[in-house]
């Protein structure tokens, strides 16, 4: 870290940032300009807090030179994390994970045929909701423990590994005893409490991004769960607010190499909130693994047109069945395979 001191600092104010920073147990380095002078923090491993530099008299700006999170960070473990998963199932290796299912378990009838179809086309995993973050309080909140009773179910009948979304800590350890992937929604991504609590869960934890998140926000987030002990994070790219409404969010595709450089995290994409429109759901995903996914998210449901949440971007079965076989194609080209 450099500090950037003002034109205007005075002897005394310089004195007391290299004061901060040795009592903060790093070392200092001056650095005399011709117009201005800095202060070098030498020992940062990134866990060190700008906001009390800026804070003090004479400082012009901080300017990082190392990142400002640590454990998830790929200068610090350039080897990838792979994340293993119950079912004999991983995340972050050659392999690409397909996790498939619908927004909401609605039924058992619902939610078994839409398992045994995205099993049929190859999905290792289900991810549906059980209790939905939705954006009006009278759409449809999910079935609450009733839809993790199901997803039991399904896991016990067809070996489908689970994902499932916690909302808030009260419903986290429910949550977590039932999920093989505890997922916390992009809503709920700066939700710290929540973060320190999925850390210590003891399942892996699935962070989607936030809409309005930069990459920074997102492994930062990630660094909570993290730093309270789970290493098993699987970050995803689910779109990011724009200015253009013709879909519902706009799907960062850049986020997927660019998080690839930064952390030694895998990394998803999740095309279906990423567009809202189960016409640009292909090809997304189709780009999503050409650009370096370890895995997506994809809404697919027996039934889209009678679907409680999210069915005008959930995938027809059969639609599902060949985007499939054009995604084990894509992976073969970029030198990987599909789980
Ligand atoms: C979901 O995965 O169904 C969901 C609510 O996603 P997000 O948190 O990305 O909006
Ligand atoms: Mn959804």
């Known amino acids: 870290m450099l500090i950037?001191?003002?034109?205007?600092?005075s002897a005394a104010d310089r004195a007391r940032v290299a004061a901060l920073i040795a009592e903060l147990g790093f070392e200092v380095r001056h650095i005399p300009g011709r117009q201005r002078d800095a202060l070098a923090v030498v020992g940062n491993d990134g866990r060190l807090d700008a906001a009390r530099f800026t804070a003090l008299s004479g400082v012009e700006e901080v300017v990082h030179l190392t990142k400002p999170y640590r454990m998830v960070a790929r200068e610090w473990?350039?080897?990838?994390?792979?994340?293993?998963?119950?079912?004999?199932?991983?995340?972050?290796?050659?392999?690409?994970?397909?996790?498939?299912g619908p927004c909401s378990v609605e039924s058992e009838e619902q939610i078994f045929r839409t398992a045994r179809a995205v099993q049929a086309a190859g999905a290792r995993a289900l991810r549906a909701g059980a209790f939905k973050p939705r954006t009006s309080p009278y759409a449809f909140q999910g079935l609450g423990a009733a839809g993790l009773a199901l997803l039991a179910a399904v896991r016990k009948e067809t070996g489908l590994a689970i994902v499932t979304e916690a909302m808030d800590e009260a419903g986290l350890e429910l949550v977590?005893?039932?999920?093989?992937?505890?997922q916390i929604g992009a809503r709920n991504m700066q939700n710290f409490a929540l973060l320190k609590r999925a850390g210590r869960a003891g399942k892996p934890v699935l962070l989607k991004r936030g809409p309005h998140a930069t990459l920074t926000d997102l492994l930062l987030s990630a660094e909570y769960v993290l730093s309270e002990g789970n290493p098993n994070v699987i970050l995803c790219e689910r779109g990011i607010r724009s200015f253009d409404s013709t879909t519902r969010n706009l799907l960062d595709v850049n986020?997927?190499?660019?998080?690839?450089?930064?952390?030694h995290l895998p990394i998803m994409a999740d095309p279906s909130h990423g567009t809202g429109k189960?016409?640009?759901?292909?090809?997304?995903?189709r780009a999503a693994v050409a650009a370096g996914a370890d895995g997506l998210l994809i809404e697919v449901h027996a039934d889209p047109e009678a679907a409680l949440s999210d069915g005008a971007q959930s995938l027809y079965p059969e639609q599902f069945?060949?985007?499939?076989?054009?995604?084990?194609?894509?992976?073969?080209?970029?030198?990987?395979?599909?789980?």
């Open 176 to 182: 977590a005893e039932v999920a093989d992937v505890v």
């Open 77 to 100: 473990r350039p080897e990838p994390t792979v994340v293993a998963i119950p079912g004999g199932i991983s995340i972050g290796g050659k392999a690409v994970l397909v996790v498939a």
């Open 4 to 9: 950037l001191l003002r034109s205007d600092a």
């Open 321 to 339: 069945a060949s985007l499939m076989d054009e995604l084990r194609a894509i992976a073969r080209a970029v030198g990987r395979e599909i789980a």
């Open 278 to 285: 189960r016409a640009l759901v292909p090809a997304m995903a």
């Open 255 to 263: 986020a997927i190499p660019a998080v690839k450089s930064l952390s």
